[in-house]
């Protein structure tokens, strides 16, 4: 049995807490640390062989991957120093075999490019640091060229103080819309953030259709605990309401959710829905 993959999430700012509980809540899976690069929270876990395939479906997360290397660095350390240690031969194979099992297998003449966040320039500057990624990355793997867009991005994150972490993005864009809109209103929700409403919440309640134009995410997220229920509320459409159902009522059936879950949903009562709210 190979050892559990090292990966890393990035998530909403704030939601850090949120997604590592999420994690932890998939079977093989193990939350290890937290933190910030500046624009995004970050949860860095391990995941068995087996539980990889359920990342797709994580709810309040912007995107997932595959840890290359990690380095700590202090002041005085150089960017070509900081990228070596990075970027590792071995363990850059080993990303990219868990890549290959959570997307496609790595193409031979594939395009890459690079992303560096950082908290601080005092030491190096982070297009340095960026730069000699992608040296690196050309001296490992000379058939490979640079392009944007590209096959495969390589991100380098300082999610703590001094601690660096690489890894190779194995999201894409289908992942931060959650199956959303392709373009969103103006003013309307993040998914992940309508996801952590509803979990938030603590039991399954009405969140969709309130008013027109509502946002996709808000309807479609879904909450783990609905106390009356054996499984998860999930909201499906706006003419569906959670919240309260009990197995034996007439309007409970199931449903698959997210990752396999089965969920309960049933149609309001006529008490409190009316058309005006199915729109």
């Not at 350390?77 to 959570?102: C, H, M, N, Y």
């Not at 031979?108 to 730069?131: G, M, Q």
């Not at 054996?230 to 959710?257: D, I, K, L, M, V």
């Amino acid at each position: 049995m190979p050892p559990p993959a090292r990966m890393f999430a990035s998530a909403v700012p704030g939601l850090a807490g949120l997604l590592a509980a999420e994690l932890e809540a998939i079977e093989g899976i193990r939350a290890l640390e937290t933190g910030f690069d500046g624009r995004s929270d970050i949860v860095t876990f391990t995941a068995g062989k087996r539980s990889v395939k359920y990342l797709s479906g994580l709810a309040l997360a912007e995107d997932i991957f595959v840890e290359a290397g990690r380095t700590v660095c202090s002041e005085g350390d150089r960017a070509s120093w900081i990228a070596g240690r990075l970027l590792k031969p071995e363990r850059t194979t080993r990303a990219f075999q868990v890549l290959g099992q959570i997307r496609y297998a790595v193409r031979a003449r594939a395009s890459y490019r690079v992303i560096v966040r950082v908290r601080h320039e005092r030491s190096f500057l982070r297009t340095d640091l960026r730069r000699h990624l992608a040296a690196t990355i050309a001296r490992q793997q000379p058939r490979w060229h640079f392009d944007d867009p590209s096959d495969l991005e390589l991100w380098a994150v300082e999610y703590q103080p001094g601690k660096i972490i690489a890894g190779y993005r194995a999201s894409d864009g289908r992942m931060r819309g959650h199956d959303g809109r392709a373009e969103e209103r103006s003013g309307a929700l993040r998914p992940t953030i309508a996801a952590a409403m509803v979990s938030l919440a603590g039991k399954a309640w009405a969140i969709a259709s309130a008013t027109r134009g509502t946002s996709t995410s808000t309807r479609r997220a879904w909450t783990p605990a609905c106390p009356t229920c054996p499984s998860a509320g999930n909201t499906t459409s706006r003419a569906t309401w959670t919240g309260g159902c009990a197995p034996s009522s007439a309007n409970w059936r199931e449903s698959p959710g997210p990752a396999g879950v089965t969920s309960c949903w049933h149609q309001p009562s006529r008490a409190t829905w009316s058309p005006s709210n199915s729109g």
